[in-house]
């Protein structure tokens, strides 16, 4: 099956600072790779996503990108600031509707 | 957001006992799922249904029982609840267009004694 592997667990940055975090893909099928941000008690709410056929897209202050041949998908987050503090979650459509997360990153934005 | 609902929120019940925890929206969404988040595994599917009357399992799909009788609602059931079931539990829908783009309820807190 579809294994989503994300990296960091944990990152903290300053106010202003960018914020990266990646995450990689087992299933050469997969073809949708969205983005939920979590915050603390809340359900998780999509941010951006990004289909096969596309390498990069943004949304202001935040962008995905993804390299098919690696396998491997980013989220940056640029000009960071703190209600941008949350879990941040990757996901990998697998065998159609089955959708797999990544476990998770903990983003802290310092003021 | 406030188009798909979860009750109830919170939930002790005690191991052994059948739990019902149910889902609705009003979105007229095609597709819905059940996910349960655990610490250190992120959200992991359960089950999900297409359209009423037909079911999948997701990837950890052991000790639930689904059903979808109208396209609005979608309860899952734990027949005899075990402490590992313990978790938060988050119902999804999306539109058959964009069967992809997932919206998710409030979330079900359980706690399995």
């Known amino acids: 099956g579809e294994n989503v592997e994300q990296h960091p667990s944990t990152l903290s940055v300053q106010e202003g600072d960018s914020a990266v975090i990646k995450c990689t893909y087992s299933?050469?099928?997969?073809?949708?790779f969205p983005w939920y941000k979590q915050e603390l008690g809340k359900r998780p709410q999509l941010i951006i996503d990004?289909?096969?056929?596309?390498g990069e897209k943004k949304d202001q202050r935040i962008a995905v990108t993804l390299n098919k041949t690696a396998k491997h998908f980013s989220l940056h987050i640029t000009e960071t600031q703190p209600e941008d503090s949350a879990v941040y979650f990757c996901?990998?459509?697998?065998?159609?509707?089955?959708?797999?997360f990544g476990a998770g990153t903990r983003l802290t934005v310092k003021p | 957001d406030a188009g798909i609902t979860q009750s109830p929120r919170y939930k002790i019940t005690e191991t052994g006992r059948q739990v019902t925890l149910m889902c609705h929206q009003t979105?007229?969404?095609?597709?819905m799922f059940w996910y349960r988040q655990d610490l250190g595994h992120g959200l992991r599917l359960i089950y999900y249904s297409a359209a009423a009357d037909i079911t999948d399992k997701g990837e950890v799909p052991d000790g639930y029982v689904v059903s979808r009788s109208k396209t609005e609602n979608f309860p899952l059931t734990l027949e005899s609840a075990t402490r590992s079931q313990t978790s938060v539990y988050f119902c999804?829908?999306?539109?058959?267009?964009?069967?992809?783009?997932?919206?998710f309820g409030p979330g079900t807190r359980l706690l399995v004694l």
């Open positions: 299933d050469s099928a997969s073809n949708y």
């Open positions: 996901a990998a459509i697998y065998n159609n509707n089955d959708m797999r």
């Open positions: 990004i289909r096969s056929n596309v």
């Open positions: 979105w007229s969404h095609s597709y």
């Open positions: 999804a829908s999306s539109d058959q267009g964009t069967k992809e783009t997932q919206y």
